[in-house]
């Protein structure tokens, strides 16, 4: 990917209601994608991973991502929320031969989950 | 150790002193990467080490920043003459490269470094 673009700074949910985190894409070919998560004071972590396998990805703790290529996107998305999915979640493109350790980070998108 | 480690956690300093961060990747991992996250912002590409091949320091914002990695292995973030606005997490990742595959990226959980 050539560029990352999170389109929401900051999402708010109630607690039981769908998560929905967009980020899309631009790239000259099937890139790989990843979502992580950063929960306070924390290091990220990997939730999910899209390799050009099945374009719906599951990844940990309910949440999944379906890659678009007509639409250049790959959202994030989870049935229902919970108390404990408050955190920032980065997608990241993989950009072969590109500079940057080959990795374009979206500037992610703060989950506040409301009781 | 099974994760990517980092050293110190914390770390406060008055301005003008220098400072050095510690990362201990995953044993293996031939890639690794130091990112800067200043409070509430994402992550700033710092530095990338791949192997032998010559680092890519696109990302060091100014010429008091530096970094090494000796034997591939342990890699040491230095900071030279520190500034108010250095102060940020600093996140070191590793991952792995086989037969032109790339695998997930391992983060640690940084050390915070605050400039008086």
């Known amino acids: 990917a050539q560029s990352v673009t999170q389109l929401d700074s900051h999402v708010s949910v109630s607690e039981g209601t769908p998560v929905l985190l967009r980020c899309n894409y631009s790239s000259s070919y099937s890139p790989s994608l990843f979502w992580y998560v950063q929960h306070p004071n924390k290091g990220l972590q990997l939730l999910l991973k899209y390799t050009s396998a099945a374009t719906l990805v599951k990844g940990i703790n309910g949440f999944e991502a379906e890659f678009k290529k007509s639409e250049t996107s790959f959202h994030l998305t989870k049935p229902s929320a919970h108390m404990s999915d408050a955190a920032e979640y980065f997608c990241?493109?993989?950009?072969?031969?590109?500079?940057?350790?080959?990795?374009?980070f979206g500037k992610g998108t703060k989950l506040s989950v409301k009781p | 150790g099974a994760g990517v480690s980092q050293s110190p956690s914390n770390k406060v300093t008055e301005k003008g002193k220098d400072v050095e961060l510690r990362c201990d990747p995953i044993?293996?991992?031939?890639?690794l990467y130091w990112y800067r996250q200043s409070l509430g912002q994402g992550l700033e590409f710092l530095i990338y080490f791949q192997g032998n091949s010559a680092p890519d320091k696109s990302g060091l914002p100014s010429d008091r920043f530096s970094a090494e990695r000796t034997g591939g292995s342990v890699s040491t973030l230095t900071i030279q003459r520190t500034q108010q606005e250095d102060s940020a997490v600093y996140l070191c990742a590793s991952r792995r490269f086989w037969e032109g595959n790339t695998g997930e990226l391992f983060f640690g959980e940084g050390s915070r470094l605050t400039v008086l």
């Open positions: 990241v493109g993989e950009n072969y031969g590109g500079s940057q350790g080959n990795l374009i």
């Open positions: 044993s293996g991992h031939t890639a």
